[in-house]
């Protein structure tokens, strides 16, 4: 995989890998599996995989995912073998960090940084989709400290819940609004019109990136 996985298409296969990870979430509503979250895990792992052979050509980020990647691992582990009461709270918190260590790695290489190709514009998708993904990681972190934080999501252990918290999080990111999950807790309403008002930004953002670098592509070709 890492072969294949260049500097040209590294973001083609980051974006399959969460969109694979965000599908999957939803296997227990359709399935009815049981060992859901052993699955989700696995998933997570290979999407895990995938952002490190992706984002390798960014030393510094590279060496940071890893080492929390590294620490999720041993942290899954150990629950497993030690069920310890919020240890689903610290395995969310690394995935935030991993998630956002990834964002920002992605950043770095796309936005308002040389010519735009395909591959930049698959990018700015996976920042999007990674957006939505911190955000239900949030949620399901509150949920951890608070049961009553939403209406129509409860507290369960994250991999049940997780298809609840990243639709929810979609809904709000792209100011949807649907209203069948609601944030009931000061600290919930908070995270979520936070999250409306970066979908907003986002957007505007990534347009005025790729309009920016077409214009600069146009004017050296022009010159």
């Known amino acids: 995989m890492g072969k294949r996985i260049s500097e040209k298409n590294n973001f083609y296969y980051l974006t399959i890998s969460l969109v694979v990870l965000l599908v999957s979430s939803s296997l227990e509503q359709v399935l009815k599996i049981d060992f859901l979250d052993v699955v989700l895990q696995g998933v997570t792992i290979l ?9 390798r050509f960014d030393k510094n980020w590279y060496r ?4 929390i990647a590294i620490c999720w691992g041993i942290v899954s582990v ?9 240890m689903d709270a610290v395995i969310l918190t690394l995935m935030f960090i991993f998630f956002g260590g990834t964002f920002k790695s992605i950043v770095r290489q796309i936005l308002f940084t040389g010519s735009i190709d395909s591959n930049k514009v698959v990018g700015s998708l996976a920042l999007f989709l990674l957006l ?6 949030l949620y399901l972190v509150i949920l951890e400290f608070s049961a ?3 209406t129509g999501m409860v507290q369960l252990p994250w991999g049940e819940n997780f298809s609840n918290a990243a639709y929810f999080s979609f809904v709000t990111l792209t100011t949807l609004g ?3 999950i609601s944030p009931i807790s000061p600290v919930a309403q908070v995270i979520v019109y936070l999250e409306a008002i970066t979908g907003v930004f986002y957007m ?3 347009v005025a990136s790729l309009v920016g670098a077409s214009q600069s592509n146009q004017e050296k070709n022009d010159g």
């Open 178 to 180: 649907y209203g069948d």
């Open 64 to 67: 940071f995912l890893l080492t």
């Open 148 to 150: 009553e934080a939403f």
């Open 204 to 206: 505007a953002i990534v």
């Open 47 to 55: 999407n895990f995989v995938v952002c490190l052979v992706s984002l």
């Open 132 to 137: 939505g993904l911190m955000w239900a990681i």
């Open 78 to 86: 150990t629950k497993a073998i030690f069920p310890i009461p919020m």
